[in-house]
């Protein structure tokens, strides 16, 4: 038992604290410098829809009063909506808003599959309806690919927090984490391999679109692929990109599985991908970021077992303790936040940590059982 804590204790301090440290040495080492320049190719935008009546007009003005030109930019609905969403969209034909409208449901990459190829911008634009663009973002992300060498861009999410609520200040925090590892990786152009891009904001140049099939589209696996391929995935700061965040644990939570019962799948096949065609770094961070992370409860779980079987041995027995402590305030957080009590750090860090490990951990559980199949479902 005392080899297995401290295996998994080092896997954990690896994932938290070593992995970061490697990274900022390796972008302080090779990192690649940009060539970027204002550039104006033919570009489409296409939205993703299902059942967004609430707000697909204020996400299409939005892309209307983008600042680009305006001859350069095809807008493109690509929706599976069985509400009003589709009528919403028609009254702007005559703005030139196209609507793709596909009445089987098959899920968002299936639905990209079939819009791409319609598209006849040589960039595409991907983004969620419930984005809200700053006005210059589209002209931010398209100025990277005067670059040959950059194959994919994604522009930042920044989350808006309206109601102030906890879990949204949890979301914000991590997302900002996040974003300082997404960074210093954009420097090596293997944005990719780091978590991929943000769905809400991601471009690439069009002849690179070539998922495996219809149902595995999605933004991780398009990133990755480019960048396995061969090509530079980066990050553009000033391509901004807004949401709301959740409004709830359980509306956070039920994302958090989605995304974790998907992405763990597609880590698997991407990283045997790109280590059978030597595509070292872009491996070593699916790993490091993504396999490793999303089986961080797994660790978690084997460390507080074994301690708690060597809880004789003095030290050990204060380790475990500490996490029953943390784990205690986990808990609170959790009861406190169901109350609409705003969380300070002390309950907020466990609740949310416990929180994301937890929807991890259920889909790991997911795949194990060969449940991972997951149809388009609102975020938010």
């Known amino acids: 038992m005392f080899i297995v804590l401290i295996f998994s204790l080092a896997i954990l301090i690896y994932i938290f604290f070593g992995y970061p440290v490697i990274l900022w040495i390796l972008s302080l080492l090779f990192s690649k410098k940009m060539n ?140 900002e984490y996040d974003f300082i590892l997404k960074k210093m990786a954009s420097r090596l ?28 589209g999605d933004d991780f696996e398009i990133s990755c692929r480019i960048e396995i391929g061969g090509y530079g995935v980066i990050m553009e700061p000033e391509a901004i990109s807004c949401e709301n965040s959740s409004e709830n644990s359980k509306q956070e939570f039920r994302r958090k599985v989605r995304l974790a019962t998907w992405n763990f799948k597609s880590t698997v096949v991407l990283l045997t991908d790109a280590l059978q065609k030597g595509r070292i770094l872009t491996a070593f961070l699916l790993f490091s970021h993504r396999f490793l992370r999303y089986t961080t409860p797994v660790w978690l779980i084997l460390l507080f077992v074994s301690s708690a079987f060597l809880f004789d041995n003095g030290n050990i027995r204060y380790f475990f303790y500490f996490q029953l402590a943390f784990y205690f305030l986990a808990v609170s957080g959790f ?46």
């Not at 943000?198 to 471009?203: C, D, L, M």
Request: hydrophobic fraction near 35%; include cysteine.
């Open 36 to 175: 970027k320049k204002e550039i104006y190719p033919y570009v489409s935008l296409i939205i993703s829809a299902y059942n967004e009546e609430s707000i697909m007009r204020q996400k299409i003005e939005n892309s209307l009063d983008l600042e680009y030109p305006e001859e350069k930019l095809e807008i493109i609905v690509a929706s599976e909506s069985t509400d009003k969403t589709n009528e919403i969209v028609k009254e702007y034909k005559a703005r030139g808003v196209i609507l793709h409208a596909y009445e089987k449901r098959e899920g968002k990459r299936a639905t990209l599959y079939r819009t791409v190829p319609f598209a006849k911008g040589e960039i595409i634009v991907f983004s969620d309806a419930n984005a809200v663009y700053k006005k210059d973002a589209i002209k931010k992300v398209v100025r990277n690919f005067s670059d040959e060498r950059i194959g994919c861009v994604s522009g930042r999410l920044r989350y808006i927090n309206p109601k102030e609520s906890s879990i949204g200040k949890g979301e914000t925090s991590y997302w």
């Open 189 to 216: 152009f293997s944005l990719a391999g780091c978590g991929g891009v943000n769905g809400s904001i991601f471009a690439i140049r069009k002849e690179l679109y070539n998922p495996i099939d219809k149902h595995r």
């Open 335 to 380: 009861i406190m936040e169901k109350t609409d009590y705003k969380l300070n750090v002390l309950f907020l860090i466990p609740f949310y940590f416990c929180m994301v490990n937890g929807a991890a951990f259920l889909g790991l559980t997911k795949n194990l059982f060969g449940k991972s199949e997951l149809l388009w479902e609102k975020s938010r």
